[in-house]
């Protein structure tokens, strides 16, 4: 009988905290590259197959997959390598836009208007050996993706 009760309330506490995992505020969007040229001023090797783009709101945090799921960039190690040197890392979700960066250092930084769907990311690729693949960089399109 204890058994029981006690798997009932484990039960009903798991319901219970179900409605707030679903409310988590993640965004995934799904981004085709652009056709358009690269705007001047932008460095390193053109991205130009397609990514998804993962915005965690509560974590303050940004992922960026390839097709294949494999991490291309996300802000997390970005902000460890600030914290080091006492930059910030800077992550702004508004309705209109998400933008994020480490101020004064390279790493992952870009930004996804909400309402147009464009794109614009540039990123330190730690597997670059060559000026066009040690930065990345990606322009394009994106369409929220719902669900998982």
Partial sequence: MKHTIAAVAVIALIGLG?????????????????????????SGGPYSGPVRLVVDTEAQSVELRDKNNRM???TEPSGRLSGLNNYKLDVS???????????EMWGF?????????????LWTNPAGYSPSTLNRQFHGTCKERLGL
Avoid: H, N, Q
């Avoid at 179900?18 to 001023?41: E, H, N, R």
């Avoid at 979700?93 to 101020?103: F, K, L, M």
């Avoid at 208007?113 to 614009?120: E, I, Q, T, Y």
């Fill in 109 to 121: 930084s870009g930004y996804i208007d909400r309402k147009s769907g464009r794109v614009d990311l």
């Fill in 72 to 74: 291309l960039a996300a």
């Fill in 93 to 103: 979700i508004t309705d209109a836009a998400v933008r994020w960066g480490v101020i």
């Fill in 18 to 42: 179900l409605p707030a995992l679903a409310s988590a505020a993640t965004f995934t969007y799904v981004c085709d590259a652009s056709t358009d040229p690269v705007p001047p001023g932008w």
